[in-house]
């Protein structure tokens, strides 16, 4: 088990295959910040709550020291991106049928296969992701976010500060355009 | 590619302008589209892009949509079919014995006993070590649950990727439905079997341990006939620290028998467990959920004809269902008041005699709508519930574990903890439910019946008394709780704090419960508008505490309830006019809080941050009621410095801005005293930017509202006093708006309607001063009404009175210059005889003499 400041540097430095294995720590981390973010009982003063409390699982992650994170956006994108990044590393090496590894990395095998049966290639959609990244970054981030990070609607619109009709409209969309990309 | 490739290659621009056309076109009937295009799209390229998109759409179905790739990876993660033959620890895994919510349960192996048990790793990866440290710290606990119908909890660690795992004894049995409508049982045998099995709960929540996921596939039923309750404890141990269940056990427990408490995410006690019961038996007797039995064939399984028990003749119909239905009572407080309830009915049932269960009265069935106050009282009874069983469990491991004594102390510390970390959240969001209905009401005297019962026991030991010191004052920060109520817990509170600090004069904890119970008893008397009393117990609690910081002067904690005891004593003798006592314990906070801020710097996103600075806010104020303006513009000026810093770190925080617009205010107040008017106004003018600003931001929250209001009539009244009669008059009518709107949401919001009197005062006054003394009379005896109706006169608040009689003055010169001289009398002597006493006791700010003098004048006249 890693232990959470360790977590930080981790994230930091982008070194993937230590992701992987913090990975469920990360992603549970995350479901727990965003659930407490979007249930309104213990909001005792609304306006502040929130962020502190996103500031209490950063630190709670960091081991308890302060980080450089500077928005639960940011920490999202983070999450998001960082599932994206672990699945595409999987994938080149499952295409390669390079196999082998602890539990994690066995699970991000299925996935990927997973996604293969469902006619979902990580790659191709990893690549188109990046060219409609250039036609249009809100739709891209929007993708990511929901797919890759698994929010919700309501949690996209709040990370990207949109309404969540935007999000949908926005989601159908750039799916749209993907599918089409990857029927190509 | 080629050709193609390029034609759908288009601009982001362009794009951004498919955006528009795609959403409404995929909205249209296929049909529809062409001609909408027709009419709302002139460039080729960009038609062809969304014909395109929209195709893809149709054809997409659920692409991405259904699944997300974190999903995908988590469920994956745990298809363990590679873990066969795997060691975990001293475990060898043989084989998968099921899934659900909470993770897979294997069958292991213990090489060096051959013995045979259930492993069971738990999902989720987070939060391992805390899981581990509960684990260990009530294994001792879990270790008592040695009963034939519960299967034991033998060992728990951590697997190579981190997550937790539970040992368990290995049952070989079927969930207790499917042995009941496999194993063709009669009605007794079932019910029978139903009674051991409340049996075993009962047991368990003897030993103050709540299962809180009981289902049937939690119940298994060896071939012999005999339950075996499994997972008993677990659901505890993967709870947050405070008690309340976190998001992820949430997702642990099973929705289909889980409490309404459980699902509304409350603290969860015995009464839970009570009802997953009612949903077994209902299950395990075949009753829909409507009451009804569902036939009889049920009871003898499939269709096979079984004797009758000649029992059965004398039992009554409608009485099972009516034994479920209370169990299954919505109002935790409703239900069977335990287990043993629950089965001792069963019996009677199976008897043939009367049951107790009774259908819950229409009162009852329309209360069910009484919705969030409900929710509430069933929350805050359930606290108190789990504070009193967190305390009994200290107190029986104290009795039957004397020689354990440091586990003990540990358990101790950590119930202390758990439940003051509660106390805080719980009430947090409770603190504005009112409710008075019984089940609260019988709840709490149950839950006092209990700690009396303790306390008689307490064998004056130190710790268990400091123990019972804190659950009294624990209840009294439950919400709706009444003054006489809390002075009563608080009395006993104080009289077990004493007993301990009188057993050992060092005993820390005791002598900081004392002051706190003194700070809260001022609370109290303030609440009460007994200003000097407030006064007296906030003195007794600085005197405390700053003799436990003598003798702990390591403790930051205490330095931190030092600061916060000060604080409230300077806010009371500010109330009450003593701002030379005021003062000197600002004299006191401001070194106190420097030192925290070397010792604990605070985390900056809190109040705590304002602690350097709020003391000289406080010393400026009363710098200047004592008429020392100069030493007050020092003070205040150093605030706003300090005030503009933290802006400047964190541009967002709220306070640090509130803080910035009310001490430029004060700041103003000042300014315009000390006889530099036109300063004053600029000030004055930038702290009302600064709240409308606030309110903009946080359109929604009225307390923003208010505040700007509250600014604009502070600017008006200056702006009358400076002759500037025009800009008053608008003001005063934009805050009289504001805040008849923020009344018309929130009619109880008192300053609200303090705020209110002194714009209509000052309306009042500035309309008279412009010739229109009839309109401007109206306002003011309004004003003054609103005064009457808040019983200001009466008050010990010094600044209110002072406000009401400001009021009334004016009013009454007014009065006598429309020639009403017996009106104008009445309101002279009110305000004089608010006015005369703080004169008389040296309450009265500097700036104020003249206000006497013209209310001593008018009733002269």
Redesign the interface.
């Known amino acids: 088990?890693?232990n959470p400041g360790e977590i930080t540097k981790i994230l930091q430095a982008g070194d993937r295959a230590a992701l992987e294995r913090i990975?469920?720590?990360v992603?549970?981390?995350l479901?727990?910040i965003a659930?407490?973010l979007f249930?309104n009982?213990?909001r005792?003063d609304?306006?502040?709550q929130p962020?502190?409390l996103v500031?209490e699982a950063f630190l709670r992650l960091a081991g308890g020291k302060e980080i450089s994170w500077q928005s639960r956006a940011h920490f999202f994108g983070i999450a998001a991106r960082s599932?994206?990044q672990i699945?595409v590393s999987h994938a080149v090496a499952h295409n390669a049928a390079k196999r082998g590894g602890?539990?994690?990395v066995?699970?991000?095998d299925?996935?990927v296969s997973?996604?293969q049966t469902?006619d979902?290639e990580?790659l191709a959609l990893h690549e188109a992701l990046e060219r409609l990244a250039?036609?249009?970054g809100r739709q891209a981030g929007i993708?990511e976010l929901?797919?890759?990070?698994?929010l919700t609607n309501e949690e996209t619109a709040e990370v990207l500060g949109v309404s969540v009709s935007t999000v949908k409209?926005?989601w159908?969309?750039a799916?749209?355009?993907?599918?089409?990309e990857l029927?190509k | 590619m080629g050709d193609n490739e390029n034609l759908?290659e288009?601009s982001?621009a362009d794009?951004?302008k498919a955006?528009k056309l795609?959403?409404s076109a995929?909205e249209l009937p296929p049909p529809a589209r062409a001609a909408f295009l027709d009419e709302n799209c002139a460039d080729e390229r960009i038609r062809r892009e969304v014909e395109?998109?929209?195709a893809?759409?149709d054809?997409?179905a659920n692409?991405?949509?259904d699944?997300?790739?974190?999903?995908?990876?988590?469920d994956?993660?745990?298809?363990?079919g590679?873990?066969i033959g795997q060691k975990i620890d001293k475990y060898r895994i043989e084989k998968e014995l099921g899934r659900g919510g909470m993770g897979v349960v294997f069958l292991a192996g213990r090489e060096d006993f051959r013995q045979q048990v259930a492993l069971k790793i738990i999902k989720?990866?987070?939060?391992?070590?805390a899981i581990l440290e509960r684990f260990n710290r009530e294994r001792e606990i879990l270790a008592t649950l040695n009963h034939p119908y519960i299967a034991r909890l033998l060992d728990g660690g951590?697997t190579?990727?981190?997550?937790p795992f539970f040992v368990m004894e290995y049952v070989d049995g079927r969930p207790v439905d499917e042995y009941c409508r496999a194993g063709n049982l009669s009605e007794t045998a079932r019910l029978e079997l139903f009674r051991k099995i409340c049996e075993a709960v009962r047991f368990a929540h003897q030993k103050l341990i709540v299962h809180r996921d009981l289902k049937p596939s939690n119940i298994l039923v060896t071939p012999d006939g005999t339950p075996k309750l499994l997972d008993f404890g677990i659901a505890r141990l993967l709870d947050a620290p405070d008690g309340r269940a976190?998001?992820?056990g949430q997702r642990v427990l099973t929705p289909a028998y889980a409490s309404p408490e459980q699902l509304r995410?409350e603290l969860v006690g015995t009464p839970s467990d009570v009802y997953s019961l009612g949903l077994i038996l209902r299950e395990m007797i075949g009753i829909s959920d409507f009451g009804f039995r569902i036939s009889d064939s049920s009871e003898a399984g499939d269709g096979v004809p079984t004797a009758r028990p000649r029992t059965r003749t004398r039992r009554s119909n409608g009485d099972l269902p009516k034994i479920v239905a209370m169990a299954l009572r919505e109002d935790a407080a409703r239900r069977y008041g335990s287990s043993e309830a629950l089965s001792e009915d069963v019996r009677r049932y199976l008897e043939g005699r009367p049951v107790a269960a009774r259908p819950d009265s229409a009162f009852y069935r329309a209360s069910k709508f009484v919705g969030r106050n409900r929710a509430a009282v069933a929350v805050s009874a359930l606290l108190v519930l789990s504070l009193i069983g967190g305390l009994a469990a200290t107190f029986w491991q104290w009795r039957v574990a004397r020689r354990e004594r440091a586990v003990a102390e540990e358990r101790l510390d950590a119930l202390r903890k758990s439940s003051s970390s509660m106390i805080n959240?719980i009430n947090?969001?409770l603190?504005d439910l009112p409710s008075t209905l019984p089940a609260r009401k019988l709840l709490l005297e149950r839950a006092m019946e209990q700690l009396d019962a303790l306390a008689a026991g307490s064998d004056d030991n130190p710790e268990i008394e400091t123990a019972l010191g804190d659950a009294y004052q624990n209840l009294n920060y439950l919400p709706d709780k009444t003054l006489d109520e809390r002075v009563a817990l608080l009395g006993r509170s104080l009289g077990f704090y004493e007993k301990a600090v009188v057993a050992d004069a060092g005993n820390i904890k005791a002598r900081k419960g004392l002051a706190i119970d003194d700070v809260n008893l001022a609370d109290i008397a303030r609440e009460r508008g007994d200003l000097a009393g407030a006064a007296e117990y906030n003195r007794r609690a600085v005197a405390l505490l700053e003799a436990v910081s003598r003798d702990d002067p390591s403790g930051v904690e205490t330095l931190t309830d030092l600061w916060n005891v000060y604080y409230n004593a300077a806010l009371t003798y500010n109330l009450q006019g003593r701002a030379a006592d005021s003062l000197e314990i600002c004299r006191r906070m401001t070194p106190l809080a420097d030192r925290l801020q070397t010792e604990a710097p605070v985390d900056l996103?809190?109040n705590e941050a304002r602690r350097p600075y709020l003391s000289r806010a406080l010393a400026g104020g009363d710098l200047a009621y004592l008429g020392r303006y100069d030493e007050a513009l020092t003070e205040l000026n150093r605030v706003l410095e300090a005030v503009r810093e933290q802006r400047a770190a964190r541009p967002d925080s709220?306070y640090a801005r509130l803080d910035e617009a009310v001490f430029k205010q004060r700041l103003a107040d000042v300014l315009e005293k000390n006889g530099a008017a036109a300063e004053a106004v600029k000030t004055m003018r930038e702290a009302l930017a600064l709240t409308d600003r606030l309110a903009a931001e946080?359109s929604k929250?009225d307390s923003y509202r208010g505040t700007a209001a509250r600014s604009r009539t502070l600017f008006a009244r200056m702006l009358v006093r400076a002759g500037k009669y025009g800009e008053a008059i608008a003001l005063f009518r934009e805050s009289i708006t504001a805040e008849a709107e923020i009344l018309s949401r929130d009619a109880g919001r008192k300053q609200s309607k303090f705020d209110l009197a002194a714009a209509r005062g000052g309306l009042g006054r500035a309309l008279a001063e412009t010739g229109r003394l009839d309109a401007g009379l109206a306002e003011e005896r309004r004003a003054v009404e609103i005064f009457d109706q808040l019983g200001v006169r009466d008050s010990g608040d010094s600044v209110l009175r002072r406000d009401f009689a400001e009021t009334a003055v004016e009013t009454a010169e007014n009065l006598r210059r429309k020639n009403e001289p017996a009106a104008a009398a009445t309101l002279f002597r009110q305000a004089f005889d608010v006015l005369r006493p703080m004169r008389e006791q040296g309450t009265l700010s500097a700036a104020d003499g003249p206000l006497f003098d013209r209310a001593a004048a008018g009733l002269n006249n």
């Open positions: 088990m890693e990975f469920p720590v992603y549970d981390e479901r727990e659930g407490a249930r009982e213990f005792a609304h306006t502040l962020t502190a500031h599932m994206r699945l602890g539990e994690t066995i699970a991000l299925d996935a997973f996604f469902r979902i990580i250039a036609l249009d993708v929901k797919f890759f990070g698994g409209r926005e159908e969309m799916r749209s355009w993907l599918y089409r029927k | 759908s288009i982001a794009y951004e955006k795609f959403s995929v395109s998109l929209v893809a759409h054809e997409a692409f991405l949509n699944v997300s790739a974190v999903g995908v990876v988590r994956s993660y745990l298809k363990s590679r873990l989720r990866g987070m939060d391992s070590d951590t190579a990727e981190g997550l976190t998001l992820t995410g959240e947090g969001a603190i996103s809190g709220l946080n929250d």
